[in-house]
């Protein structure tokens, strides 16, 4: 009797701390109700590090000011996959809060809570003026993309989006020639795949370091990310974006730019700048602790390289004494049979905020996530308070600078940071969990900003490069990108293994072909190459994102 009733005793304490959990995972951090009498608005947040607190914020009050509300928060779990995990325990227990803002669900999470009903389509809400008057103040043309880009494959939009493109963010390609080499061997800046070889060529043998050593690396980077000067490299010779599928050059046919005789051609002067000795196998396996090393040694061994940011250089403002010095980028390099570009990751609008089936004043949560689309409050979201962390005022923009303005992209700064609120906690905003929108068309905050702490010095190369880009690479862009896909459910689950698969055998192939353990330039290799990727699905990649791209067209 005693084990029997042991036993439901030992079975009823673990239904009760099953529910305390789930009362706890669901509920947790939650208001459901306000206690200013004024109308309310639940706001289900995914919770940042960097915010103190959410109800006594900034942002906040200027929101409840505005609109004569009250805020009340549900935050939800910091990392994506934890917060992920309890909305879908939320929707199960019929649960979720009136709105919801994170940038971490997937797209197939979105349709799935779209079509059964948990998220409401805004569709109706965005084509009325009247409901969302500052989104339909965009101009036309950006408004259709933001909402091609955020729409479910079945057509509707479940979310108000964030559109923030900045061009430097968009452009990690960026190529660098050691400059104090060329002015020491009398040599100009290359422009074109084969002006690169000869400079190799002369760093290989001319010794412009000076040590009496033949250490010079002509062409050194990674294999991965914005330090891949392969994908850099074969860019001169036809678009690439690594991964990706591509469009040919009248914008109707999705084509794979990796299975192209130009990608061909790209890899059989990659080949002959191997067996030149110009450049440097370890390109392929280098980590990037070791390319830092590489790229700060002293004397300077690297002559060509690309890489996205600076922090490459821990002495970066020691002028005198660092390879950043002494490496200023270049513009994409052409070829024979192309003018060259730069690989792109077109920027593509998040979605950040949905109204669920809990939500009792639709309008009301409609009129806040609007309002994110307005101009102020779109630098208030991301910067703060205006004249406590950013100001307008004319008499402290007077001389100050940046890049843009500086290379006469636009004729003055617009408005100024006195702090940054994004590195330290803070209670001024949501760290950008929210709608926005701001133009690189029109000047995008970014461009029009200035640093009231730290001013512009056109002789600092990382200072100057954000012009640059926007100067040298933006305009080496191919007429027509391929944008993001929206497929449904069924033919996305259909290309993971092909994309998969593809994707892994073009990079090991690549590194083959360049290296030589494959036969780039014999006929029967490369055809074969052709034929295992048609094996793997390469096909099937291509029609159904042919089919997906004519929907969306």
Same mark, same amino acid.
């Given at each position: 009797?005693?084990?029997?009733?042991?036993?439901?005793?030992?079975?009823?304490?673990?239904?009760?701390?099953?529910?305390?959990?789930?009362?706890?995972?669901?509920?947790?951090?939650?208001?459901?109700?306000?206690?200013?009498?004024?109308?309310?608005?639940?706001?289900?947040?995914?919770?940042?590090?960097?915010?103190?607190?959410?109800?006594?914020?900034?942002?906040?009050?200027?929101?409840?000011?505005?609109?004569?509300?009250?805020?009340?928060?549900?935050?939800?779990?910091?990392?994506?996959?934890?917060?992920?995990?309890?909305?879908?325990?939320?929707?199960?227990?019929?649960?979720?809060?009136?709105?919801? #803002?994170?940038?971490?669900?997937?797209?197939?999470?979105?349709?799935?809570?779209?079509?059964?009903?948990?998220?409401?389509?805004?569709?109706?809400?965005?084509?009325?003026?009247?409901?969302?008057?500052?989104?339909?103040?965009?101009?036309?043309?950006?408004?259709?993309?933001?909402?091609?880009?955020?729409?479910?494959?079945?057509?509707?939009?479940?979310?108000?989006?964030?559109?923030?493109?900045?061009?430097?963010?968009?452009?990690?390609?960026?190529?660098?020639?050691?400059?104090? #080499?060329?002015?020491?061997?009398?040599?100009?800046?290359?422009?074109?795949?084969?002006?690169?070889?000869?400079?190799?060529?002369?760093?290989?043998?001319?010794?412009?370091?000076?040590?009496?050593?033949?250490?010079?690396?002509?062409?050194?980077?990674?294999?991965?990310?914005?330090?891949?000067?392969?994908?850099?490299?074969?860019?001169?010779?036809?678009?690439?974006?690594?991964?990706?599928?591509?469009?040919?050059?009248?914008?109707?046919?999705?084509?794979?730019?990796?299975?192209?005789?130009?990608?061909?051609?790209?890899?059989?002067?990659?080949?002959?700048?191997?067996?030149?000795?110009?450049?440097?196998?370890?390109?392929?396996?280098?980590?990037?602790?070791?390319?830092?090393?590489?790229?700060?040694?002293?004397?300077?061994?690297?002559?060509?390289?690309?890489?996205?940011?600076?922090?490459?250089?821990?002495?970066?403002?020691?002028?005198?004494?660092?390879? #950043?010095?002494?490496?200023?980028?270049?513009?994409?390099?052409?070829?024979?049979?192309?003018?060259?570009?730069?690989?792109?990751?077109?920027?593509?609008?998040?979605?950040?905020?949905?109204?669920?089936?809990?939500?009792?004043?639709?309008?009301?949560?409609?009129?806040?996530?609007?309002?994110?689309?307005?101009?102020?409050?779109?630098?208030?979201?991301?910067?703060?308070?205006?004249?406590?962390?950013?100001?307008?005022?004319?008499?402290?923009?007077?001389?100050?600078?940046?890049?843009?303005?500086?290379?006469?992209?636009?004729?003055?700064?617009?408005?100024?940071?006195?702090?940054?609120?994004?590195?330290?906690?803070?209670?001024?905003? #949501?760290?950008?969990?929210?709608?926005?929108?701001?133009?690189?068309?029109?000047?995008?905050?970014?461009?029009?900003?200035?640093?009231?702490?730290?001013?512009?010095?056109?002789?600092?190369?990382?200072?100057?490069?954000?012009?640059?880009?926007?100067?040298?690479?933006?305009?080496?862009?191919?007429?027509?990108?391929?944008?993001?896909?929206?497929?449904?459910?069924?033919?996305?689950?259909?290309?993971?293994?092909?994309?998969?698969?593809?994707?892994?055998?073009?990079?090991?192939?690549?590194?083959?072909?360049?290296?030589?353990?494959?036969?780039?330039?014999?006929?029967?290799?490369?055809?074969?190459?052709?034929?295992?990727?048609?094996?793997?699905?390469?096909?099937?990649?291509?029609?159904?994102?042919?089919?997906?791209?004519?929907?969306?067209?």
């Amino acid at each position: 009797m005693i084990q029997v009733f042991s036993k439901k005793a030992a079975a009823l304490v673990l239904i009760l701390l099953f529910v305390i959990y789930f009362i706890f995972i669901t509920g947790c951090n939650r208001q459901v109700s306000g206690t200013s009498g004024k109308p309310t608005l639940e706001i289900g947040i995914q919770q940042h590090m960097n915010v103190l607190d959410y109800k006594n914020n900034y942002l906040t009050k200027y929101l409840e000011d505005l609109y004569d509300i009250e805020l009340v928060f549900n935050l939800l779990p910091p990392t994506s996959a934890d917060l992920r995990t309890k909305l879908s325990l939320m929707m199960a227990s019929n649960g979720l809060p009136e709105t919801i #803002w994170t940038p971490a669900l997937t797209r197939e999470q979105i349709l799935e809570y779209g079509e059964n009903g948990a998220f409401i389509s805004l569709n109706n809400y965005f084509a009325d003026a009247a409901k969302t008057p500052y989104f339909n103040m965009i101009p036309e043309e950006i408004r259709t993309r933001i909402l091609k880009s955020v729409a479910s494959p079945n057509g509707h939009n479940y979310s108000f989006a964030r559109y923030n493109p900045f061009v430097p963010t968009q452009i990690n390609y960026r190529l660098f020639v050691n400059h104090s #080499w060329l002015n020491k061997l009398g040599l100009e800046v290359p422009r074109t795949t084969d002006e690169l070889r000869e400079v190799l060529l002369a760093f290989r043998d001319g010794d412009p370091n000076g040590n009496g050593r033949k250490d010079e690396i002509g062409v050194v980077g990674r294999f991965l990310g914005g330090e891949d000067i392969i994908t850099a490299l074969i860019n001169a010779f036809i678009f690439y974006n690594p991964d990706q599928l591509g469009l040919n050059e009248t914008g109707d046919r999705v084509i794979a730019p990796f299975a192209e005789p130009a990608f061909r051609q790209a890899l059989q002067y990659l080949n002959g700048l191997f067996k030149e000795g110009l450049l440097d196998a370890s390109t392929f396996t280098m980590d990037q602790q070791t390319f830092r090393a590489v790229l700060n040694a002293s004397p300077m061994v690297v002559g060509f390289t690309t890489f996205a940011g600076i922090a490459n250089f821990p002495d970066k403002d020691n002028n005198n004494s660092n390879f #950043w010095a002494f490496m200023p980028m270049i513009p994409p390099l052409s070829s024979p049979i192309s003018p060259g570009y730069t690989p792109y990751q077109e920027y593509q609008p998040d979605n950040i905020s949905y109204i669920t089936n809990k939500a009792r004043n639709r309008d009301l949560a409609v009129k806040v996530m609007d309002s994110f689309y307005e101009p102020t409050l779109s630098i208030v979201t991301s910067w703060g308070e205006e004249d406590v962390d950013w100001t307008r005022d004319p008499s402290l923009l007077s001389g100050i600078s940046n890049a843009f303005v500086e290379l006469g992209l636009y004729p003055s700064i617009t408005f100024g940071l006195l702090q940054r609120v994004w590195t330290t906690p803070q209670s001024k905003q #949501w760290m950008d969990f929210a709608p926005r929108y701001t133009s690189v068309e029109n000047g995008s905050i970014q461009e029009l900003m200035g640093n009231l702490m730290s001013p512009f010095n056109p002789d600092d190369l990382g200072d100057i490069i954000p012009g640059q880009l926007v100067l040298d690479y933006l305009p080496r862009l191919p007429e027509h990108i391929l944008p993001r896909l929206n497929h449904n459910s069924r033919d996305g689950a259909r290309l993971i293994q092909p994309i998969t698969n593809v994707n892994g055998y073009v990079r090991e192939s690549i590194a083959g072909f360049v290296i030589g353990t494959r036969d780039i330039n014999n006929d029967t290799v490369w055809n074969t190459y052709l034929r295992e990727l048609d094996n793997m699905g390469l096909r099937e990649w291509l029609r159904i994102a042919q089919e997906t791209y004519d929907k969306q067209r």
